[in-house]
């Protein structure tokens, strides 16, 4: 029995257990693993130069030629088998990457292998096969559908997430709730400074209220304390989850009590911290929320109308360093008491999140199912989500729990565009779409000096996955669950995609950040921003929208590029489709299920 682990550049994968015999060369093991795990090319009649192998990590070096017999004694026992650690050479540059221009071609090609959103740019879903794979068609053809049509309906888990907890007697997440009822409200005011610089004294950026019943608070602040303590990942508590809303008070998911997401509280475990779950809403909105939400934890902004990118980086500020003063009692007359708070990791989720599912290995691949199907057109896993088990809990701990987490800026999920079962890979790095739920390190973020762009109006997430690649950061995209969210017209960003409908024009820069704003940026956020909007211009104009005749619709020449020649619509087979029960979500099959279910890879989050 072996087990094999590897060091790969860009790439994080799992341990691989595999029984092998004796007599077996090193050799032709690896070049298994590599094929398997498509390192190596198929067709690879050997390793390439510079991989070398080791007894474990950082043992001594062991020889390909030799049989595993001969190289039992240098194997360590790990992973409750004996280890043998492969290290991989990274690939070659290009000739003529510098370190500086090579960087911004990397991330330029990053950019332009995402997917746009059509709910945010002027292009037509149909050209651009917005949901759809370039093997979807082939897919559906060779039956790989058939089993999983209809079943993945989220209209039950939004309803649960849309309805606030309610106090009963009968059960005790019910009189959890009643305690809450119960206990008045409690504010904390967070003074966000700024890092000293230079010998210069602190200074305040702004100040946000954390507001909710006198536990949740309380809870928060044993929460800080614990992770101040250690800057280890956490594998047994999820990291605060923070929930930007904008107009969304009765139509988005924020009941995280619900046993599909969190789960109520379990018996037994009063008095032990448990997830903190806060809702960021704008100062003009917390009396609406609060009351449909009564009892719920909200981080209430310092300004109105600043749009999504603002709400994320006030939460980013808010969490890496604030102060908070203490209330004193009316008699009190000495120094008031500062603490300070950080934390070392925060969530930051879309109020749209409807469920998480767990991706698991089809029990049998390799037999008449993946044998029928075209090349590229398989279906290697199944979703499984059992009734009553917290997924987004699973999910979320999955992720911290993965051992490349410390070295990573920001780590996220895939969304399922209904081609999830057919991803070969469990875990990738360096990937840009990641969004609408993300795991930040925010001591890593602070040490690249890259954060959320406060003025950015849409792309957020985009935009400062691109700033941590080009400022030498890696990210983390776990493959082993995909979520689903749903869409809701309006709040969110909704009057910024208004704003562009109606322009006719394409994206502009004014559509994206004020150019009076962009000025005060350092050069290197500038130019991450502009290859953001050269990105969606360039999407726009290869996939742009039609006007009712058939004509493009009319825009403004902005590119600075020449521009690539139009891609004619993509023809696509009807026969052999799968039925689609009405109103229920299908992967990929029924249009109802695209437009509510996700997004592609590429669409940033919602809300603000």
Known sequence: M???SADLPGRALPIWKVNVDEGHLLRHIVLHWARTHEVLDRWALDLPTGVWATGGVGGPDLDFDSSIRSLSPLLPIQYARQTVTINWPAPEKPSGAGSGNGAHRSGKARLNKLRISTRYAGVDGATAGFHRSSTMQAK????EYQDTAGKFCQSSFIEAMRTPPEPSSSSSSGCAVAQLAREPLETRVLHVVSGK???LPEKELFRALLRGPTSLVANWEATCERFEKSQKPEKNIVYPVFIPSHGRADKANLNWNAAHVFGPCPPGRDGKLQPVVCIVVEPREEATYREVWPLAL?????????????????VQKTCTKALVRRPQKKDYTGPCKVQTRRLPWIWIADDGLSMFYRLSLLAAIGGSSASNSRSGAQRLKQRLAPAGRPMFWAAMLTVQRHNLLPRMAVAGY????GTAVCKKLEWKVDELALYKVVLLNLNTLRRLGVEYQQDLQMYEDICLNHEVLRSGGSTLKCQTFCFRASHVKAGGCAEQRSQKSTSGSGTQLDDLISPAALKKLPSKRQEAV??????VQSKEQMFQKKTDDGTPSPKRSVHTSPSPKKRAPVKRKKENRPPSPSGKDSEGVQKKARSDSSSSSSSSSSSS
């Not at 909200?298 to 006030?314: C, D, I, K, S, T």
């Not at 502009?530 to 990105?535: A, C, V």
Request: glycine letters at 14%; a neutral charge.
């Open 2 to 4: 072996l087990a094999l």
């Open 140 to 143: 559906i053809d060779a039956g």
């Open 197 to 199: 610089a230079k010998g």
């Open 298 to 314: 909200m981080l209430v902004l310092p300004e109105n109308g600043r749009g999504p990118g603002f709400a994320r980086w006030a």
């Open 414 to 417: 895939l969304r399922d565009d």
């Open 530 to 535: 502009k290859e953001l909007l050269q990105w």
